[in-house]
């Protein structure tokens, strides 16, 4: 893996206007993403992890410049191009997409019952003109199904044909035609069984170490984080709260939300159930997100420091970085670890 990152955002925020508010009283907006620091290290499967309504999915799409940026950088540099993405004119766009592409969540929303899976894999090679024939098209559909693990025959036939993991392969053979060097799969194994969930993370795991590709893999489930990811973050309320190499982070988790989120997985020890920290309440609006920690009416650990000052990302000379005014204070006294 490359020490160099592929993506790296500074200060990122997505908000949304909304309707509203008073006539002379600012407008209110949705704070989707606010003042995110990331780098996504070329060749690496980020995992990036939250609750639904965490604003992982508007930050993954703002890295595809598919979200509007409000504000902050995102520098792009896969070693043959550098794009400076809030800035760049359509037809960079246009390139970019060549590069960046999306898995999304339903492979049964995603693919067009109308058109057969050649057709499906086959179009955004011509819709981004990158074949000069039909031979030359379906040679590489046939290169990347194969990699897929689709056979020829399913190619001729329709999406309704097949089940939720074989579509799900379709979509990831449709994202990966143009020859992407990054890809964001959002919650691309959530809709299936789980008896197939594994064999898609294998797939997707399988085709990023064979084809050198950069993943950010956006998921509510730890496990399949901890699963196939080397690097995770960890967003709540629009921020990053946690973020860590894998190993590292579920061994010492350092913040309060990531701990919960631990511990809601289902153990199969007996002797650790029980022991799961329930996370009480809701995750509060983005639209007015509480002053100071924005995890403070959650947490079991808030003071009054935390009802004030926002805490920011911070590291102690490693890759791992927490926002929380009492980490060390907490990891001192154990807290966290059968919290
Ligand atoms: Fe909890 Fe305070 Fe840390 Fe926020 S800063 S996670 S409220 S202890």
Request: charged letters at 25%.
């Given at each position: 893996m490359s020490d160099k990152p592929l993506i790296s955002a500074r200060d990122l925020s997505v908000h949304y206007p909304i309707s509203g508010g008073t006539l002379f009283g600012p407008k209110p907006v949705v704070r989707a993403v606010e003042g995110v620091n990331?780098?996504?290290?070329?060749?690496?499967?980020?995992?990036?992890?939250?609750?639904?309504?965490?604003?992982?999915?508007?930050?993954?799409?703002?890295?595809?410049?598919?979200?509007?940026?409000?504000?902050?950088?995102?520098?792009?540099?896969?070693?043959?191009?550098?794009y400076d993405l809030p800035s760049i004119d359509d037809k960079t766009l246009k390139e970019y997409r060549k590069r960046a592409q999306l898995i999304f969540q339903d492979p049964y929303a995603a693919l067009s019952p109308r058109m057969t899976v050649r057709d499906i894999i086959a179009e955004p090679l011509e819709v981004m003109g990158l074949t000069n024939s039909r031979e030359e098209t379906d040679a590489r559909v046939r290169e990347i199904a194969g990699?897929?693990?689709?056979?020829?025959?399913?190619?001729?036939?329709?999406?309704?044909?097949?089940?939720?993991?074989?579509?799900?392969?379709?979509?990831?053979s449709r994202a990966l035609v143009s020859g992407p060097q990054f890809i964001v799969a959002d919650e691309s194994v959530a809709a299936l069984d789980v008896s197939i969930q594994a064999d898609v993370l294998n797939l997707l795991k399988e085709i990023q170490q064979d084809m050198g590709l950069t993943f950010l893999f956006?998921?509510?489930?730890?496990?399949?984080?901890?699963?196939?990811?080397?690097?995770?973050?960890?967003?709540?309320?629009?921020?990053?709260?946690?973020?860590?190499?894998?190993?590292?982070?579920?061994?010492?988790?350092?913040?309060?939300?990531?701990?919960?989120?631990?511990?809601?997985?289902?153990?199969?020890?007996?002797?650790?159930?029980?022991?799961?920290?329930?996370?009480?309440?809701?995750?509060?609006?983005?639209?007015?997100?509480?002053?100071?920690?924005?995890?403070?009416?959650?947490?079991p650990y808030a003071i009054d420091i935390c009802r004030k000052d926002e805490p920011k990302l911070e590291s102690s000379g490693t890759a791992h970085e927490v926002a929380c005014h009492r980490w060390k204070e907490l990891m001192e006294d154990h807290a966290l670890e059968d919290a």
């Open positions: 990331i780098d996504i290290e070329k060749g690496s499967f980020f995992g990036l992890v939250g609750e639904s309504g965490s604003g992982k999915t508007t930050l993954g799409r703002a890295l595809l410049r598919a979200a509007p940026i409000t504000r902050g950088s995102i520098d792009y540099d896969d070693g043959e191009v550098q990699k897929c693990r689709l056979n020829l025959e399913h190619l001729r036939r329709f999406p309704h044909a097949f089940s939720g993991g074989q579509r799900q392969r379709i979509s990831i956006i998921s509510h489930d730890l496990s399949v984080v901890a699963h196939v990811c080397d690097h995770v973050a960890v967003m709540y309320l629009g921020r990053l709260v946690e973020t860590a190499p894998t190993r590292e982070l579920f061994a010492a988790p350092r913040h309060p939300y990531t701990k919960a989120l631990m511990s809601a997985i289902p153990s199969l020890d007996p002797d650790d159930r029980g022991k799961a920290q329930k996370l009480e309440g809701e995750i509060p609006s983005p639209t007015n997100p509480p002053p100071g920690c924005k995890f403070q009416t959650r947490c």
